[in-house]
């Protein structure tokens, strides 16, 4: 059995269907990626999966582990195993990066970025700041499973790298299951993922095991052709 | 605590005083024993006082004065007449701490004037911690001279308690300037009332800030800032803001392993230190 398994997921947000009955898996251990133009429900399904509450399931469940977590609460999904690295944290001013990984780690041995550890978690943080310090705040915790949404956004390609080099050392030379969200892919190349998957209007369009495939396919048709993809993919 | 303790100025236990700590350079006394030796402190004193501190800074100390005053049987009233005097060109730091340790049904008064002569510097912390059923009600004045500074921030969270507290900040003497943020933490159907003023007399500048964090649906916050000046060289700003926590901040905190409990504890922590 997969590690984790989303069976016909639906959300809808303000009236609109965001994910439309979709079917995603990932096994243990395993890099998949996940692909698709703004708006396409990435974000949502990462967060879905990592149990931000603010989202209601209209359908559907998450199997984590042989366990439905569908209801569980983000805290107890930690305890499970899943934590993401978000697209765009909140800045919390007035709490001490130190302070608040001393509160949340469950590792002695973690990546830390000493320069971060006296300033207010994001507050001020360029982009690529904070992508790195999502980073290090979930390398500091026992994960089966890690999400990263768009960790290669915004970041210069020596960031890329730095970036790419935490996941591979904290997440996937230890056996770390790893969803990459990217919408250009740049990072794909350095973390080689075993499938990509397309995501178009909260439905997993395509999948292909050489993710090459992939981004050919989408700087051919770009993404809003990109129906067109399920022809070159090995679906 | 014991360390905590020992460091204390002032420590008031219920309706005794524990601890009273004075040095060369700063004459602490209970409020009561200053007006009977200091004839000159009846100006200031705005009534005969019956509890309370006087705290007397005549010469630059490194040292940070601190003082507490604890609730920690039931049904006790405390009330507090303190008197704060900064004497000419001093640089001073003040702690000031008020609470109840445990459910007690409190009420602790508290009338205080802060007296900042010319040129002087004063950074003042002052928190208040009541809990359920207690009644806090406090009434602090800062009286600035020519050149004084105050920069302070007054902290109250009240957890269930009813709470009612009046500030003035008179900016005086020409080139005073003040910081002042008032920090309201409501939870577990605690109550607020807040009046602050700010009062600019001449070319000075001010800024009060108030900020409200409402934890529960049945807590309320009501806070009245004000700025009045009376000079056309007076610069005067206030900001007032009250608010329940983010359910962004909430929901990050928890989606690192935090529980709500926990993660909201941190978050009213970020609010008092920022």
């Known amino acids: ?235 | 605590m014991k360390n905590a303790e020992s460091a204390l100025n002032f420590y008031q236990i219920d309706n005794k005083i524990d601890r009273i700590q004075g040095k060369e350079e700063v004459v602490i006394l209970p409020s009561n024993l200053a007006w009977k030796n200091f004839i000159w402190t009846h100006e200031y004193f705005d009534r005969k006082p019956k509890q309370g501190f006087f705290l007397w800074v005549k010469k630059n100390t490194k040292q940070k004065l601190n003082t507490l005053i604890e609730i920690t049987s039931k049904n006790i009233i405390q009330e507090m007449t303190n008197l704060i005097i900064i004497e000419k060109g001093i640089n001073a730091e003040l702690a000031s701490f008020c609470r109840s340790v445990k459910r007690v049904k409190g009420k602790h008064f508290a009338l205080a004037k802060i007296i900042i002569k010319e040129n002087s510097n004063l950074e003042f912390s002052q928190g208040n911690l009541w809990r359920k059923e207690d009644e806090f009600e406090a009434n602090y004045s800062f009286i600035l001279a020519k050149g004084a500074k105050l920069k302070t921030v007054i902290t109250n969270q009240g957890d269930g308690a009813k709470i009612n507290t009046k500030e003035n900040i008179y900016l005086k003497g020409k080139g005073s300037s003040a910081d002042v943020r008032i920090k309201m933490i409501a939870k577990e159907k605690g109550t607020f009332f807040s009046e602050s003023y700010m009062h600019g007399e001449d070319e000075v500048k001010g800024h009060l800030e108030c900020s409200g964090l409402i934890i529960d649906k049945k807590s309320k916050i009501t806070s009245i800032p004000g700025i009045i000046c009376n000079s056309n060289k007076a610069e005067l700003t206030h900001e007032a803001s009250i608010g329940k926590i983010s359910e962004e901040k909430l929901m990050y905190l928890r989606m690192r392993g935090l529980s709500e409990k926990k993660a909201t504890e941190l978050i009213i922590k970020s609010f008092l230190n920022s």
């Open chain 1, 1 to 235: 059995m997969s590690l984790l398994e989303v069976k016909n997921l639906e959300v809808e947000i303000e009236g609109k269907k965001v994910l439309d009955r979709l079917n995603f898996s990932i096994e243990k251990g395993e890099v998949v990626a996940l692909m698709g133009p703004n708006g396409s429900g990435k974000s949502t399904l990462a967060k879905v999966i990592a149990g931000d509450l603010r989202i209601n399931l209209k359908a559907g469940e998450i199997i984590f582990n042989k366990k439905n977590i569908s209801n569980s609460t983000p805290e107890k999904r930690v305890e499970e195993g899943i934590a993401l690295a978000f697209q765009n944290p909140p800045a919390i001013e007035g709490l001490k990066m130190s302070y608040f990984l001393d509160n949340i780690r469950q590792k002695k041995e973690c990546f830390t970025e000493e320069k971060f550890l006296n300033r207010d978690v994001n507050k001020g943080f360029s982009g690529g700041e904070r992508k790195i310090s999502e980073l290090m705040q979930l390398t500091c915790l026992n994960l089966k499973l890690v999400l990263l949404d768009e960790i290669d956004s915004g970041l210069d390609i020596k960031k890329v790298k730095e970036a790419a080099n935490i996941i591979k050392e904290h997440f996937i030379n230890k056996g770390v299951a790893v969803l990459i969200i990217t919408h250009h892919g740049d990072i794909l190349d350095l973390l080689k993922p075993s499938r990509t998957n397309i995501i178009i209007n909260g439905k997993i369009v395509g999948k292909d095991e050489n993710y090459k495939n992939v981004l050919k396919t989408i700087k051919k048709y770009d993404y809003e052709k990109c129906r067109k993809c399920t022809k070159f993919l090995s679906d």
